[in-house]
C-alpha cells in the first residue's frame, strides 16, 4: 500500500504486516510518519515530529 507524502506528494510504502504506529518514511524527501492504522484497515499518516530532528522548514 501506498499514501502520499504531505512534504512533497512522494509516494510512502506502507509495509503489508505494518501495524498501527509504526514508523514508515518518505524514500523521496526522508520525511518520517507514523502509520495509523485503524480497524477497518484504513491507514492514516501522522507526522513523527516528536521524533525530535530538526528538519527544518
Ligand atoms: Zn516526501
Redesign the pocket.
Known amino acids: 500500500m501506498e499514501l502520499q ?1 504531505e ?4 509516494q ?1 510504502k506502507i509495509p503489508e504486516d505494518a501495524v498501527s504506529g509504526e514508523i514508515v518514511a ?1 524514500k ?4 518520517e510518519y507514523e502509520a495509523i492504522i485503524d480497524k477497518q484497515g484504513t491507514v492514516e499518516l501522522k507526522s513523527a515530529e516528536s521524533v525530535g530532528e530538526d528538519w527544518g522548514e
Request: net charge negative.
Open positions: 507524502c512534504q512533497c506528494g512522494g510512502v518518505c523521496d524527501c526522508g520525511v
